[in-house]
């Protein structure tokens, strides 16, 4: 079974990087890649799309930042586990982000070695 992941970046090289990083995966169809431009886009895909396995959601962004996506996904009770990642690790960020129920906060640059464990994990459980 081929898990779906949805990013949640404004960066564009984000869309780049994750397929460049999870080629082997991709090409073994472990994993499927989904990517979205900010907040409002994902909770769109999201509300359509029920058999995602995993978001992972940049913080700030235009539209709907990473946190409103969070609590608009409480609200609409889509539960799944959910990667933070961020260029900015202060200590208010990480508690939101725990708050909001994010399983990981992974810092910027992101250590894709790293990120690779920690879905391998958060799939498996």
Do not use: C, W
């Amino acid at each position: 079974m081929t898990n779906k992941i949805l990013v949640v970046d404004d960066e564009r090289m984000i869309k780049m990087l994750f397929e460049f990083q999870f080629l082997d995966e991709i090409e073994a169809h472990y994993y499927n890649f989904l990517f979205a431009f900010d907040g409002t886009e994902a909770l769109e895909m999201l509300e359509k799309t029920s058999d995602i396995s995993l978001l992972i959601t940049d913080i700030r962004m235009p539209k709907m930042d990473g946190f409103t996506l969070m609590e608009n996904l409480k609200e609409k009770q889509i539960k799944l586990p959910i990667f933070v990642v961020s260029a900015y690790d202060k200590a208010v960020n990480l508690e939101k982000a725990q708050q909001l129920g994010a399983n990981e906060f992974i810092n910027k640059p992101i250590d894709f070695n790293n990120l690779k464990e920690k879905i391998k994990e958060i799939l498996q459980s």
